[in-house]
């Protein structure tokens, strides 16, 4: 009984190990390195449907193989790289893309970060310079018109006090 459930299990992991090995591997024929080089582009570049976040030459799922050999078939019949992007677009949506175009629909994808780091920094700024002034109140316990104030009467005595050493001087 030992012997035949040893025997089962083997069987088993050796069946389970070996039908990784029955994988189907891609293999297509280009016309010129150009073109290969062209698929190799297109399957780095554009989003497998199904699978969300992973481009079409990571994914192994049907919908990934079907337009791997799409893309194959496209390339070898001579189409250009703008008749594929919008032949997978209108197919598919901008979803297809990881570098969506710029237009209506994606402006706000595309405008977004630079929106918020422009109204952090406005933010930012106007706290520290909120927080200057409180600080500046603090000190002199004056607030800013009565700090502008305080100034022009030191500058309007200290001009009378040096007028009046002057005239000190003058008189000796």
């Known amino acids: 009984m030992m012997g035949y459930s040893f025997r089962f299990v083997s069987a088993l992991l050796l069946f389970l190990f070996a039908s990784v090995s029955f994988a189907a591997i891609e293999v297509h024929e280009f016309a010129s390195e150009v073109d290969r080089l062209r698929y190799q582009s297109f399957i780095e570049e554009l989003r497998c449907p199904k699978c969300e976040n992973q481009n079409l030459a990571g994914s192994n799922s049907p919908i990934a193989l079907d337009l791997r050999e799409e893309l194959y078939e ?67 316990g004056l607030s800013v018109s009565e700090q502008a104030q ?9 001009s009378d006090a040096k007028s009046n050493i002057n005239n000190k001087q003058g008189e000796k």
Do not use: C, H
């Open 150 to 158: 305080l100034a022009q009467l030191l500058t309007k005595n200290s």
């Open 74 to 140: 496209m390339i070898s019949s001579g189409r250009s790289d703008r008749e594929i992007i919008d032949f997978m677009v209108a197919r598919y949506g901008e979803f297809i893309l990881y570098r969506p175009t710029f237009s209506a629909a994606t402006a706000f994808l595309w405008l977004l970060p630079a929106v918020l780091l422009i109204t952090g920094a406005l933010v930012l700024t106007l706290m520290v310079r909120r927080r200057r002034q409180a600080m500046g109140e603090l000190e002199t």
